[in-house]
């Protein structure tokens, strides 16, 4: 369905189109979750809020450089994989799915300490939906770039640092630069500056 919807609307306006719904279909997840009735499942353990900010921060940071640098999974960018100089640069290296992982995270990282009913459908279902974005996002890919597709593939992992460990490409530290770690940083603190407007509780330890 996809394919034939790319076609006729063109890539761009149907990218717009995507976003535009995804967007609308969050929000009522959102305020569906704001109206859900509290039904205990399972009880957080203590100290459970420490671990949460550390996991936020890793997703806050996958989610900015990841958003922030061109790379072969990436919207808009899908060709960079065709580049001869380097088609995964920065933090693509780590992993090919930053932006879904820091999604992923983000979504345990709310489960850790939330467990409610209507909370561990919300962020389980975003958790199983990152993950098989991954897998689609790679099948997209390899159906749009054929063999090209295959030398990224050998030189990045979707499960972090699997390619770095394995020797199959080195760590791109220029590709990442400071900047979009400092955009990391800054995003995890204006969530955790408007948590309280946005979820009606701190998002700090108390």
């Known amino acids: 369905m996809r394919d034939p919807l790319v076609r ?8 717009s189109l995507y976003s535009l719904a995804a967007a ?10 704001s109206r859900a009735p509290f039904v205990p499942v ?23 450089i990841g958003a922030t640098t061109p790379g072969p999974t990436s919207v808009g960018s899908e060709r960079r994989a065709l580049s001869p100089e380097d088609p995964a640069p920065g933090i693509y290296r780590v992993t090919r799915h930053p932006v879904m992982w820091g999604v992923a995270l983000w979504a345990l990282a709310h489960l850790l300490v939330n467990g409610d009913g209507a909370s561990m ?10 993950l098989g974005g991954m897998a689609h996002i790679d099948q997209k890919r390899a159906r ?20 770095l460990l ?19 940083v800054a995003l995890f603190l204006a969530l955790t500056a408007a948590h309280p407007w946005l979820a009606g509780v701190t998002a700090l330890p108390q």
């Open 121 to 130: 459908m919300l962020f389980g279902g975003l958790i199983v939906l990152a």
């Open 8 to 15: 006729w609307l063109g890539t761009q306006r149907f990218t």
């Open 166 to 184: 394995s020797g199959r490409t080195r760590m791109d530290w220029a590709g990442i630069g400071i900047w979009r770690p400092l955009g990391g």
């Open 144 to 163: 749009l770039l054929g063999a090209a597709w295959g030398p990224v593939q050998l030189t990045t992992s979707a499960i972090p640092f699997r390619a």
């Open 24 to 33: 609308v279909a969050l929000g009522w997840l959102a305020y569906a979750y």
């Open 42 to 64: 399972w009880t957080p353990p203590a100290g459970m809020a420490w671990l949460t900010i550390l996991v936020n921060v890793l997703a806050c940071l996958l989610v900015a």
